[in-house]
Nanobody, 121 residues
Framework: QVQLVESGGGLVQAGGSLRLSCAASGRTFSSVAMGWFRQAPGNEREFVAAISWNGRSTDYTDSVKGRFTISRDNAKNTLYLQMNSLKPEDTAVYYC??????????????WGQGTQVTVSS
């Protein structure tokens, strides 16, 4: 019943920018936190960024602070991740996730299929 569809991934050079989008079903999107995760080959899936239900609280993993910005448009049921100053270390499959509650880090119940981001040096 809940579907999350990521888009916007691609191949970019180091130092470039990319904007990921996550289109969500509308049943509870506007009342829950959302997050972005990523997984590189041979690595565990890791947390990247999260945003509260109303967009007023955000959190980022240290490696992306100052470079990535998470945002949401509840009227459009869409989550975004603006990625600037990309590094080869950012190469991974990026996943959108829907939180279980309105606050950050309270668990995630639904996941998208992922979108590939590749950063060349």
């Amino acid at each position: 019943q809940v579907q999350l569809v990521e888009s916007g991934g691609g191949l970019v050079q180091a130092g470039g920018s990319l904007r990921l989008s996550c289109a969500a079903s509308g049943r509870t999107f506007s009342s829950v936190a959302m997050g972005w995760f990523r997984q590189a080959p041979g690595n565990e899936r890791e947390f990247v960024a999260a945003i509260s239900w109303n967009g007023r609280s955000t959190d980022y993993t240290d490696s992306v602070k100052g470079r990535f910005t998470i945002s949401r448009d509840n009227a459009k049921n869409t989550l975004y991740l603006q990625m600037n100053s990309l590094k080869p270390e950012d190469t991974a499959v990026y996943y959108c996730a829907q939180g279980a509650t309105m606050v950050l880090h309270s668990g995630y119940d639904y996941w998208g299929q992922g979108t590939q981001v590749t950063v060349s040096s």
